[in-house]
């Protein structure tokens, strides 16, 4: 069975509800559940929130929800409680309550890239063509072997290409941009919600470095689609020009 876990939290220090926030006549979180449901290898989709507003404004548009305990300090945490209520489950997806315009399409490919290898862990990346963000921390690289696995998360950009300037890097076409969208084998997901936070990913505020720093491999799948996360009310009135 595979499970999709929504987490969405209300008290963002950048920007408190979040989740609840309209986009064009829809709230976010509502955006983010539609575009769930249309992967038709989902079987069980849920919201997982430490507030009764979120909780009862899922309820309201007819979508399932569940509260989970307040002091998780990660989505991941989150999908890891709603995971114990479906033991069912062989596989989990964990789609951010802040991705309004994820496509299936990449959901599909997310699925597609966990059940295909033998990694307990799979994420998702797209090829940078900006070089702005090449630059931006807010916007994750990843570096990926021949085999498809992460080697390392950074909001640095990296690789760092010698001999070249950085204004040349990208026609090396070596970096990628990290899609922040995870798909877990069941018995992965309840490990690494046990272990202790890294150096590395306190260094980087990244937690999937907890993950690599434990020698967890994290599949690669390569995706030609872009997302775009909303993190500050900023955000959302980009969103709103391009629209």
């Not at 038709?40 to 399932?64: C, M, N, S, Y």
């Not at 990449?106 to 699925?111: G, S, T």
């Not at 990926?144 to 204004?167: D, K, M, W």
């Not at 941009?177 to 505020?205: C, M, N, V």
Request: with cysteine.
């Amino acid at each position: 069975m595979v499970l999709a876990v929504i987490p969405a939290r209300f008290a963002s220090t950048r920007f408190p509800g979040k989740p609840l926030v309209m986009i064009q006549g829809k709230s976010m979180v509502q955006r983010v559940y539609e575009q769930v449901l249309q992967v038709p290898d989902i079987q069980e989709a849920w919201v997982a929130t430490d507030d009764a507003r979120i909780l009862e404004h899922v309820h309201a548009f007819g979508g399932k929800a569940v509260l989970t305990r307040a002091e998780h300090s990660s989505g991941t945490d989150r999908c890891a409680e709603v995971c114990q209520l479906f033991p069912e489950a062989e596989w989990v997806l964990n789609i951010q309550g802040d991705e309004p315009f994820v496509q299936p399409e990449q959901i599909q490919r997310l699925l597609q890239t966990i059940q295909s290898g033998s990694s307990g862990i799979a994420t998702l990346a797209k090829k940078i063509d900006d070089p702005h963000l090449l630059t931006n921390p807010n916007s994750v690289k990843v570096v990926v072997n021949q085999l498809g696995h992460a080697l390392y998360f950074s909001r640095h950009p990296i690789p760092y290409i010698r001999g070249s300037e950085p204004t040349d890097w990208l026609e090396q076409d070596l970096h990628y941009k990290h899609i922040g969208l995870y798909a877990f084998r069941r018995s992965t997901l309840l490990e690494i919600t046990q272990l202790p936070t890294s150096l590395l990913e306190t260094a980087e505020s990244l937690e999937q470095l907890r993950w690599l720093d434990n020698g967890y491999t994290i599949q690669v799948g390569l995706t030609d689609l872009e997302t775009i996360g909303i993190d500050s009310p900023e955000d959302l009135e980009r969103v709103a020009l391009l629209s």
